[in-house]
């Protein structure tokens, strides 16, 4: 399996459906760090890339350079009654970058970028609830 093909056609439509997600870091100390985040599929690398405003003065960021483990989280609730929730979790290696072309205006020449090799999700497609895999 290419990196291209490490996500699904019900994952990628997901995905880009959705602009913000979690992002959990681990810290100097070893302690995790969780933040909302915004985020992008680069369709080129197969890769999630996440931007933001001074991206590179944050603790997430200097966690990624020290510490590339991350987990990375995008859900939501479709229905309250009855109870219908959508979730793919991502767990990798991230690259603290900079000097990048900044993925929206306003935002920073920074990036994390994510190269997956675990995805788990539930509520994406009915044939596949539950589902794990290494990508």
Known sequence: MTITQA???AELTYLGSQVL???ATVDADGAPQNNPVGFFYNADLGTIDIGGHRL???RK???VRRNPAVAFVV???VS???WTVRCLEIRGRAEALT???PPRPGFSGEIIRIHPNWIFTFGLDPATAGSRRLA
């Open 61 to 63: 960021f200097a966690n």
């Open 7 to 9: 996500f699904t056609e």
């Open 21 to 23: 997600g979690r992002l």
């Open 99 to 101: 000097d990048q072309p």
């Open 75 to 77: 859900d939501d609730i």
């Open 56 to 58: 590179g003065r944050t």
């Open 80 to 82: 309250l009654d009855p």
